[in-house]
């Protein structure tokens, strides 16, 4: 493609790429922080006692208990449990909480993405982290659970959002052999938000301090985000070519490249229809990009429920919270390192087909083994090798989708991704509750069907970004592996025609 020809020349990850990227990535920590926020910030003390009386030897919740009108608690650390007394036959309210804060995730990643695919992806980025601040300050200030339940909900919608962006930002104008290590990069920082939580959390025992203390660096980003340059790759697929054309020249320039304007002319300024609005209909108007989207789709909803459902699984072992906690974040890392060293090796589909099916080796192997008490060091080694490879799945799709959708729909096509990863998240509790038998048999199964179904995409390793719908429908031979001929779909060329035909229509 002539852009990524241009971006050779100004340099593919020189120092405004590393720049923009250590100061993206650095976020991803603190997403992590306030994805996973209620895993303190709702947890329930150790001992609760009814009314003012700790020598009570019946738990306050328990059949044979008095009804009670308040509660008094345990003083290792205060959480919106103490704060509301969400206990008992409020308990509920804490996991609602936390479905409503994923809701508003799943309805970020959606309006966001479409929205940067239409205004940028620096403006969303900056809306959404100045939403983030915003609404993470009120929830540390809220004083009813209503009100915090509906600020949660808003910072949610913030935090998928930015996250989308954040990801697509820092790894579309990168080169071909650095976008599978950036973005395994990016996941990595997210596990190390994981650990730093359960530190911060370790010393800080109030709640509200808790969510003040990992909002206040957002708002620092804040004042530094504006340095980030809109994406050039971007602004050309909208038929911006001048002002792609000046943030290249300002790349190479600043890169330490001896270049000129001329050496970073951009020849897709001659398209008509690069200036053209799409959505997320477009994602599956034409059979080639419907069909990767439809397999990436339950790509994503089977890595979001078999990662969350181990997890949930794993943490049931007990244990200190804190440091269970900083270990959940620990054990993915060997993922993220094989990952770092193999996705430029094998490719994204190769690691992507061993990842997904040692977990669906592990899952099903777990059936078969039986919970006793000297087989429980075989099921904790079979469980932690399984999320191993989910989690590198997990992290692999994520570059993996953002490279076979074409820029006018990237973030519009990630969202819908992404939105198919809330719903397996959501999935999973339920699948957990079927017991160990039934779980791992469909953790297991998902996990091969989706190994299968990946058979059918293409592999991208050092390929071109495609730019355009017609990138796709048309260039699909080039996608495919070199010793496979793949005739061209006239069909799909038709609907490409119609689509950009009526694409003016469509404007406002």
Not at 108 to 135: N, W
Not at 147 to 154: D, E
Not at 155 to 176: D, K, P
Not at 417 to 439: E, K, T
Request: aromatic share 12%; hydrophobic share 50%; with cysteine.
């Amino acid at each position: 493609m002539e852009f990524d020809k241009v971006l050779k020349t100004v340099g593919e990850f020189g120092r405004v790429q590393k720049s923009n990227f250590l100061l993206l990535a650095s976020m991803n920590g603190f997403m992590a922080m306030h994805m996973l926020a209620l895993a303190f910030v709702g947890k329930e003390p150790q001992h609760v006692f009814c009314g003012d009386n700790p020598r009570a030897t019946v738990h306050p919740c328990s059949p044979k208990a008095r009804p009670c009108s308040h509660y008094t608690y345990s003083n290792e650390f205060t959480s919106i449990v103490t704060e509301w007394d969400l206990v008992c036959g409020n308990a509920y309210k804490v996991g609602l909480v936390q479905s409503i804060f994923m809701f508003g995730v799943l309805t970020g990643v959606m309006l966001f993405g479409m929205m940067a695919d239409k205004y940028g992806r620096r403006k969303i980025s900056l809306l959404g982290l100045i939403l983030m601040s915003m609404f993470g300050m009120l929830s540390a200030l809220t004083q009813s659970y209503v009100q915090f339940a509906v600020t949660r909900f808003l910072l949610g919608m913030a935090t998928g959002g930015v996250i989308l962006c954040s990801f697509v930002l820092a790894t579309e104008n990168l080169g071909t052999a650095y976008r599978g290590p950036a973005g395994t990069i990016l996941q990595a920082i997210f596990c190390i938000g994981i650990m730093l939580f359960a530190v911060l959390a370790y010393f800080i025992r109030s709640w509200r301090v808790l969510l003040f203390t990992t909002t206040l660096p957002l708002i620092g980003y804040l004042s530094i985000n504006w340095l980030v340059p809109e994406s050039p790759r971007w602004l050309a697929s909208q038929g911006r070519v001048s002002e792609a054309e000046d943030i290249l020249y300002y790349i190479g320039h600043t890169n330490g490249k001896n270049i000129t304007k001329a050496m970073v002319k951009l020849k897709i300024s001659s398209n008509p229809t690069s200036a053209k609005q799409y959505g997320i209909l477009d994602c599956f108007r034409t059979p080639v990009i419907r069909s990767r989207m439809i397999i990436m789709i339950f790509t994503w909803f089977t890595c979001s429920m078999v990662y969350y459902g181990l997890t949930m699984n794993a943490s049931n072992q007990g244990g200190n919270m804190y440091t269970s906690f900083a270990l959940s974040g620990v054990a993915e890392l060997p993922a993220y390192a094989v990952c770092f060293l193999l996705l430029n090796k094998f490719g994204r589909r190769k690691l992507l087909l061993m990842s997904t099916f040692t977990a669906g080796i592990t899952c099903l192997s777990l059936v078969t083994v039986p919970a006793h008490p000297e087989t429980e060091n075989l099921r904790i080694s079979l469980a932690f090798v399984g999320k191993m490879g989910i989690a590198a799945a997990f992290n692999i799709v994520y570059i993996f989708a953002s490279e076979l959708l074409p820029t006018v729909v990237r973030n519009s096509g990630m969202g819908v991704c992404s939105v198919a990863a809330r719903f397996g998240g959501v999935v999973a509790p339920s699948v957990i509750m079927m017991g160990d038998l039934l779980a791992f048999l469909v953790f297991g199964a998902a996990a091969f069907i989706s190994g299968v179904l990946d058979l059918w995409l293409p592999e991208t390793l050092d390929k071109a970004l495609p730019e355009s719908i017609r990138d796709v429908e048309d260039g699909d031979v080039r996608w495919r592996d070199e010793d496979t001929v793949v005739v061209k779909d006239a069909k799909s060329m038709e609907m490409v025609e119609k689509i950009e035909m009526f694409k003016k229509d469509e404007m406002v």
